[in-house]
């Protein structure tokens, strides 16, 4: 199994990552990918950038070195309601938003009922465009209920590396979370998550190892091809669809 972007990635505008943009398009490109997607973390995080910095995608190139460039924001939910730490025009300007959940933002644990609840609102947002490491077991939801609102609602569900590392208590229930996206048409991202060039060339083996036993379906994985990626965008009407098409066609 392969993959052709990577749609979660950080560089050291926060400072527990360490890389920049121009060496995190290089891994990209070492690795074979033709796109990727750089989401640093939305202000509400204690090290993230600046509002400012998700207004000025301008200032940087859409290709580098061959590599289609997609620039967004992981931004936090911040309660039950689905609240977002980005106002919705901030999320309008953005070409890939992952929405999730960090515990400096929701502190604790939350009910069934709560998760359900937080995460059904964020399905109804029209700018979020990925739901990322939720399978989290201190936020645990109804993977068969929320996931059915997912595709409803064009959500592209994360399966994401970086839990291996720093989320080990939700890695049993990924195969769960992959089973309710597959019984109900559920797209998914495969994602490194990566805070460093070597992590994003390096973390996802262990999720390939998942899909394959599952047999998960090439057409229900966004960033398995490239028809898929440029698909995606345009379903989500992101306008980078258009010229991230043009370069990596």
């Keep these: 199994m392969q993959i052709i972007a990577d749609l979660h990635t950080h560089t050291l505008c926060a400072t527990h990552a360490y890389q920049t943009v121009n060496e995190m398009a290089a891994a990209a490109k070492a690795a074979g990918y033709c796109a990727l997607a750089i989401t640093d973390h939305a202000p509400?995080?204690?090290?993230?950038?600046?509002?400012?910095?998700?207004?000025?995608?301008?200032?940087?190139?859409?290709?580098?070195?061959?590599?289609?460039?997609?620039?967004?924001?992981e931004v936090n939910v911040m309660d039950t309601k689905?609240?977002?730490?980005?106002?919705?025009?901030?999320?309008?300007?953005q070409d890939w938003v992952v929405a999730s959940i960090h515990s400096p933002c929701i502190p604790g644990l939350?009910?069934?009922?709560?998760?359900?609840?937080?995460?059904?609102?964020?399905?109804?947002?029209?700018?979020?465009?990925?739901?990322?490491?939720?399978?989290?077991?201190?936020?645990?939801?109804?993977?068969?209920?929320?996931?059915?609102?997912?595709?409803?609602?064009?959500?592209?569900?994360?399966?994401?590396?970086?839990?291996?590392?720093?989320?080990?208590?939700?890695?049993?229930?990924?195969?769960?979370?992959?089973?309710?996206?597959?019984?109900?048409?559920?797209?998914?991202?495969?994602?490194?998550?990566?805070h460093s060039?070597?992590?994003?060339?390096?973390?996802?083996?262990?999720?390939?190892?998942?899909?394959?036993?599952?047999q998960f379906p090439q057409e229900l994985i966004v960033n398995a091809t490239r028809e898929n990626l440029v698909n995606e965008l345009k379903l989500h009407g992101r306008r980078c669809a258009e010229y991230v098409g043009g370069i990596i066609v």
């Design 110 to 194: 939350l009910t069934r009922r709560e998760a359900n609840r937080l995460w059904l609102s964020v399905a109804e947002n029209p700018y979020v465009d990925c739901i990322g490491h939720s399978e989290q077991s201190n936020y645990r939801y109804d993977y068969e209920l929320v996931t059915k609102a997912f595709a409803r609602n064009h959500k592209v569900v994360e399966l994401n590396a970086n839990s291996f590392q720093v989320r080990r208590d939700g890695i049993p229930n990924m195969r769960a979370l992959l089973e309710a996206c597959l019984q109900n048409g559920c797209r998914i991202a495969v994602d490194s998550d990566a």
């Design 44 to 73: 509400a995080m204690p090290d993230a950038p600046h509002s400012w910095h998700f207004s000025n995608w301008g200032s940087l190139p859409r290709e580098i070195d061959g590599v289609a460039m997609l620039y967004g924001a």
């Design 197 to 214: 060039a070597w992590k994003m060339q390096n973390a996802l083996q262990p999720l390939f190892g998942i899909l394959e036993e599952l």
């Design 82 to 93: 689905g609240g977002l730490d980005m106002t919705q025009r901030q999320l309008s300007e």
